[in-house]
């Protein structure tokens, strides 16, 4: 389904997740994220940009994961994104949740 | 299974297979799950792994201690050198519980178990002969796992299981995960999440675990949300092998990147992977090394005549999924199609039905450990099941990103 953000036009699944990450950019994640009760900080993108780097090399995320590589603590992880930081972090950055098989 | 297929393919004067297996006893994985629940009998899930080598290869029983790409050697443990000019890695997956705090602690196997290995399995058996009831709790550490629906399969036979028993008021069930629900697939989620409501199976998610606080049975996550147990059943960090770690071939969590359409793997042509052994971003199931080995076959073919390989491999899966009370659900997908409704393997006919339960289903799941044991390791086709997925007689809406 369409949705529109400001001035653009993306898809999203029923959820609100883009389907197509090659619609995104900063200022349609700033308005996710404002959805999300989230106000986007030099931080925040910086988590954006390592779980986009991800994605786009087809590794798996996990919380561990992220833990591992250094980039953030996980306490601080869930301060920025509060209340399910992987599923919402992934939103904000225009990628699928993580899922399973079913 | 990749010996059995090549041995016949490829000139024996010219080429000589080598298969180097750590373990004495190849287990028939899948059979795991049923294990606790008195479903099968240990003799049941395992057998020789010399039984399957195919006349002709070579086949040694010693541990790998390294592999050197860049010499095309193999180190065994006994210090014996193997020279290679193509290699397959087909190390698999294992659990690594002491990943999490606490987890592989003092209470391991004892109130807190995995039954993906067959170790596991059995202590949990013997626990659950005699416990008298209390809170279950089923919970994955993170993804990827080998077998993503098995955790959901084994709530699902718990729930029978203590029904059969007389004493499912006395157990709770819940399932806890790391994912936005046990269902994440939209289809799925339609289709089977009144399994959950129906068998009274509790659903934590989004649940990240940070440690197992074994002396006060309870595991906690890195939100503080805690969820108390009395026997706890996990499924611990899938890893690799250490021997891909040891080899610097791995990613972080030692699995081999491979091209996923290809097989071969990123950084060496004359190595190949296969199974979960690999970092493909398909289900790390069994059914999946299956439509591998006849993709990477023909490959390994091209690659010897210097041909270019067959971006083919579509991560295709197919699985049977235990709801318990004798019926089974089927799905079938792959790296672009999530599971939807339908029937299979013949269009409109079945007669096994996709993304329902069924009896005729689970009777499907029954039969596959033979076929296991008498087609998938010995490289036999299934007739009609495809290497690559099939999209007739499926109810598809729309093409997933």
Redesign the interface.
């Known amino acids: 389904m369409d949705k529109t953000i400001g001035q653009a036009t993306i898809s999203v699944?029923?959820e609100g997740y883009l389907?197509?990450l090659s619609q995104w950019n900063k200022e349609i994640a700033t308005e996710i994220a404002k959805e999300q009760g989230i106000e986007m900080t030099d931080k925040h993108w910086e988590i954006i940009d390592y779980i986009q780097e991800k994605y786009k090399n087809?590794?798996?995320l996990?919380?561990?994961?992220i833990k591992?590589?250094g980039v953030i603590n996980?306490?601080e992880?869930?301060a920025l994104f509060p209340?399910?930081p992987?599923?919402k972090a992934t939103m904000i950055a225009g990628i699928?949740?993580?899922?399973?098989?079913? | 299974m990749m010996s059995n297929h090549l041995v016949s393919k490829l000139p024996k004067n010219e080429w000589q297979i080598t298969v180097v297996d750590q373990y004495k006893t190849h287990y028939y994985q899948p059979g795991f799950l049923f294990l606790p629940f008195d479903i099968y009998t240990t003799k049941q899930v395992k057998k020789k792994g010399a039984k399957f080598i195919p006349k002709g290869v070579n086949y040694i029983n010693e541990k790998i201690e390294l592999i050197q790409p860049d010499d095309n050697k193999v180190l065994l443990e006994n210090g014996t050198e193997l020279a290679y000019d193509i290699l397959i890695i087909a190390t698999g997956t294992k659990i690594a519980p002491e990943?999490v705090e606490g987890m592989k602690g003092p209470e391991w196997h004892k109130s807190v178990f995995d039954f993906y290995t067959y170790e596991g399995s059995k202590a949990l058996r013997n626990k659950f002969r005699e416990w008298e009831g209390g809170k279950l709790v089923v919970h994955i550490?993170?993804?990827?796992i080998k077998c993503?629906?098995a955790p959901?399969e084994f709530a699902f036979l718990a729930d029978s299981y203590f029904k059969n028993k007389g004493m499912r008021d006395k157990v709770d069930i819940t399932f806890v995960t790391?994912?936005?629900g046990a269902?994440?697939?939209?289809k799925?989620t339609k289709a089977?999440h009144h399994l959950l409501t129906d068998k009274g199976i509790k659903e934590v998610t989004?649940f990240?675990i940070?440690r197992v606080d074994y002396e006060n049975n309870k595991i906690i996550d890195?939100?503080e949300t805690e969820v108390p147990y009395d026997i706890l059943v996990t499924i611990p960090?899938n890893m690799g092998d250490a021997l891909i770690e040891r080899s610097g071939m791995g990613?972080?969590?030692n699995f081999v990147p491979t091209n996923?359409a290809t097989l071969q793997t990123e950084d060496h042509e004359n190595i190949f992977a296969i199974g979960d052994a690999t970092?493909l971003?398909a289900?790390k199931?069994g059914s999946v090394a299956h439509f591998e080995a006849e993709i990477l076959t023909e490959n390994i073919l091209r690659y010897i005549n210097g041909e270019p390989l067959k971006e083919e491999f579509d991560g295709h899966?197919n699985?049977f999924?235990e709801t318990g009370g004798g019926k089974a659900l089927l799905?079938d997908?792959n790296y672009t199609h999530?599971?939807v409704e339908g029937t299979f393997p013949f269009p409109g006919v079945g007669p096994l039905n996709l993304l329902k339960e069924s009896r005729t289903n689970h009777m499907g799941k029954m039969a596959f450990r033979w076929v296991y044991w008498n087609m998938l390791i010995k490289g036999i086709h299934i007739p009609f099941v495809s290497a690559t997925m099939s999209e007739k007689g499926k109810h598809f809406e729309e093409t997933e990103?």
Do not use: H, W
């Open positions: 699944d029923q389907t197509d087809e590794e798996p996990s919380i561990r994961g591992k590589s996980i306490k992880f869930y209340g399910g992987l599923k699928p949740k993580p899922k399973s098989c079913i | 990943e550490t993170e993804m990827p993503p629906v959901l790391p994912l936005g269902f994440t697939k939209p799925a089977l989004d990240n940070e890195y939100a960090t990613d972080d969590l996923k970092n971003p289900s199931a899966a699985c999924i799905i997908f999530e599971p990103a």
